[in-house]
């Protein structure tokens, strides 16, 4: 019974976000994006042609560039998913809805598991179908293909995943429009802690570094984005470099480790059940 719940619950979380306002903005958004970003890559394939830049030179800005999109599509993805994941909850509560379907014999928990693997699904595959186009873009105007695309892919997955839950754990406590705001707010306070850590890890400052190392730590979104951004960089071009790019906010030297993966995971899981036990104790 409890599987069913949860299985009824994540495919009505599908229908209802795709009939939300916010998936035709997604979608408008999107394609402005990748037809800007198509005639960006173009016009660079032609300086290449022309001979401005050597093909080494192209690949290496083609690099750089695809990193600086996908976090356009990152940002669109965490604005879709927080405005998405804060109604699921408040907005029933307040209309009624969640009194009426929680009113049968169904665990609050196998409701909330249903709707938050529904926005899991949602989010994950707009980020994975949006990034995969850019890439066939890029392949196509300039021959460049990143290394590790599913990789790449897959943490942007995550990090939409991580963002969605805690848009969840907010919309059990507060107004869905000022969860969907607070959540947007901390994903773009992370990443410019990130940006700062960066910095201090390039100057040398361990305080400064630090920053960013807690930030990761708080909200794992930054970590998983710099994951991707290494999963997306050209590594020959990367080497070229040298150290006078290393507090740059789209390039990573690194790839993530295991143990930050597991930490993300546990992160999801513990947000997700701070979110269970908020939703048991709210009075609807």
Known sequence: ???????????????????????????????????????????????????????????????????????????????????????????????????????RPVRRSAVLLGKWLGLVVFGSGFVVLAGLAQCLIVWWTVGYWPPQPAVALALLAAQTTVLLTLGLLLSTVISPMASGVVAVGLFGATWVAGVVGGIGEALGNDGVARVGTVSRMLLPTDGLWRGAMHAFQDPVALARLGAAFDGSPFLSRAPLTVAYLVWAAAWVVMVWGLAALSFQRKDL
């Open 1 to 103: 019974m409890t599987i069913r719940t949860v299985v009824s619950m994540a495919v009505l979380t599908l229908r209802e976000a795709s009939r939300r306002r916010v998936l035709l903005a997604l979608a408008v958004l999107t394609v402005a994006l990748l037809l800007l970003s198509g005639w960006g890559f173009s016009r660079l394939a032609a300086e290449s042609s022309y001979g401005t830049l050597t093909s080494g030179e192209a690949r290496m800005a083609a690099s750089q560039l695809l990193n600086l999109v996908m976090f356009g599509f990152s940002l669109i993805a965490a604005l879709g998913t927080a405005f998405l994941a804060g109604p699921t909850l408040s907005g029933e509560t307040e209309s009624g809805i969640a009194l009426a379907v929680l009113a």
